[in-house]
């Protein structure tokens, strides 16, 4: 069974740590189908169809991305909100994602001791993501536990961001 990820960085050059991990992913074509939406939609017009029925042939779903004001990327929302129709993602005939499985990687700037109530965000990360586990319960899908590294914006060395991407890699084999 492979694995599609959807890759949802705006300035994937600019990225030290999303670029690494898509180089790292890049190295089992067998395994992993790469899916960059900032390249496939720079104008922000997405396909719904095309992209439904590319989920359709996975049963294994990663969405990769930036952690963007304790969210999203807004082209990700976006997609997310387009693709996952009524009828076809949810609602009483909408069943296509349904015992899919569904996780996120996603690159954190902060540190992690700061994804706390009694810290600066104030919030833990499984709490700024109970959207996405929301949805993927919603439509019926699987939601795996979330790999993540932190410091991404200004802690993380070239050797943690190395190490990230090898255990990114056994985060996907192992939740297959």
């Not at 001791?113 to 709490?127: A, I």
């Not at 200004?154 to 190395?162: G, L, R, T």
Request: with cysteine; aromatic share 14%; hydrophobic share 40%.
């Amino acid at each position: 069974m492979k694995t599609l990820v959807i890759l949802a960085h705006p300035n994937i050059e600019d990225s030290r740590v999303n670029r690494r991990w898509k180089q790292e992913l890049s190295k089992y074509p067998e395994e992993i189908t790469i899916h960059e939406i900032y390249k496939a939609y720079p104008n922000w017009s997405i396909d719904v169809l095309k992209e439904q029925k590319l989920l359709e042939a996975y049963n294994h779903v990663i969405f990769q991305f930036p952690l963007y004001w304790y969210s999203y990327p807004p082209l990700l929302k976006k997609w997310l909100d387009d693709v996952f129709t009524h009828g076809w993602a949810y609602g009483s005939k909408g069943d296509k994602l349904k015992g899919k499985k569904l996780g996120i990687a996603m690159s954190i700037g902060d540190k992690k001791e700061n994804y706390s109530p009694t810290c600066s965000v104030s919030f833990t990360v499984d709490e700024v993501i109970a959207p996405f586990i929301a949805s993927t319960v919603h439509v019926g899908a699987i939601a795996l536990p979330y790999f993540s590294v932190f410091g991404a914006s200004f802690q993380a060395s070239d050797e943690d961001i190395n190490q990230s991407a090898k255990e990114y890699i056994q985060y996907i084999f192992q939740h297959k």
